[in-house]
């Protein structure tokens, strides 16, 4: 049954029922997969068509926005906050929020971390505490793996052998670098999952209030099914490639310049002092103008304040440091920054200051 409704002035949309075949003289028709579809940039026209489907009793089409332009639709069948079963393996700076926001979403989220306490210290609605892998992962349709490298999420899903649902769907979202996101791609084929390379743009408060950007790569077949989850813990989605490991690649460049920032204006706040010039000086300058942004307000007062409560520590820069490094090397790039980049936080690490915040660079 082909149903068109006329609103919106004269433009016409039509949707033929069972094919979601969306036909718009705002848009050149256009006929996409089930799980894909452009609705015209006129949200009066889809807020009528919501009414319409109210009014026949079908059930009104949701809209999940990802990348600009790309916009993917659910429905009551794809809303799967009260049936999906979330294993969430890690439950530090950023697995804890990410289990806590996907438990307030609605989803039924089981977690395992090894430090117990950790996990323990999340508990609650929604929010079931495991004691192994092996029993986070049974019957759970979508596994989160956070945990800090490469390594450590290998040995973790490798104990979940033998026990995870038939076709269950893997979302990495731990910064484990470009080789390490291939192999854990051949990890999750030998396993039967279906596999999804999404590392995460945010530190702490970005996770806590749900405001991570995910860097996602994988099959296009599932993206429907991933999507609600993604949007449960970030603002954004940058859907990155069909092919699983560009989203870790990406993030490399992404942290080396996030480091670069940091250590530039640890060094131009160590620089004034050593000429003898107050440092704030250095705040109140590039405030308000072409150089500042929010980040640099951030790190510059922390700096200023002595104030290193970690949001993202040393420990793990001088990883995701030396995963640049390397990655820089196979590929033939100088990077002579990152270089003295990892130099300098390898220095605060040798220098005890492994637990603070990156923004220790200032320290050296």
Known sequence: MELTWIF?????MRWTCGQRLWKSHL??????????????????????????????????????????????????ENDMSNQTVIAVLGTGFIGAPVARNLSAKGFKVK?????????????????????SVAEA??????????LK???????VMAAGSGHFAPDAIWLQLSTVGMVAAEQLAGLAARQQLVYYDAPVQGTRQPAELAQLVILASGPLAQR??????????????LWVSEHAGQS??????????????????????ALAKGLGVDPAHVMDVVSGGPMDCAYFQLKGAA????????????????????????????????????????????????????????AASHLT
């Not at 090894?114 to 996990?119: D, E, G, S, V």
């Not at 759970?140 to 793996?145: C, F, G, L, N, W």
């Not at 490298?149 to 040995?155: E, H, N, P, R, T």
């Open 137 to 146: 992962v049974s019957q759970a349709s979508h596994i989160v793996t956070v």
């Open 303 to 358: 700096m200023l304040s002595n104030n290193y409560m970690p949001s993202f520590s040393v420990d793990n820069a001088v990883k995701d440091s030396r995963l640049i490094a390397e990655a820089a090397r196979q590929t033939g790039i100088k990077a002579d920054v990152a270089i003295a980049g990892l130099q300098r936080f390898e220095r605060a690490l040798a220098q005890g200051h492994g637990d603070k915040d990156m």
């Open 149 to 155: 490298d490469g390594d450590g999420v290998a040995s």
């Open 111 to 131: 977690v395992w971390n090894r430090t117990p306490a950790k996990a323990q210290a999340i508990a609650g609605q929604n929010l079931q505490v495991c004691t």
């Open 27 to 76: 848009n050149s028709d256009l006929q996409m997969p089930d799980w894909l579809g452009r609705p015209p940039a006129a949200p009066v026209a889809i807020a009528g068509l919501q009414r319409f489907e109210r009014a026949l009793g079908l059930t009104p089409i949701r809209w999940y926005r990802t990348t600009p332009g790309i916009i993917i639709p659910t429905s009551k």
């Open 224 to 237: 429907a099914a991933v999507q609600p989850l993604f949007d449960a813990i970030g603002k954004r989605t």
């Open 248 to 269: 870790s690649r990406l993030k490399l460049a992404l942290n080396h310049w996030a480091f670069a920032l940091t250590h530039g204006l640890a060094e131009s706040l």
């Open 8 to 12: 919106h002035g004269s433009k016409a």
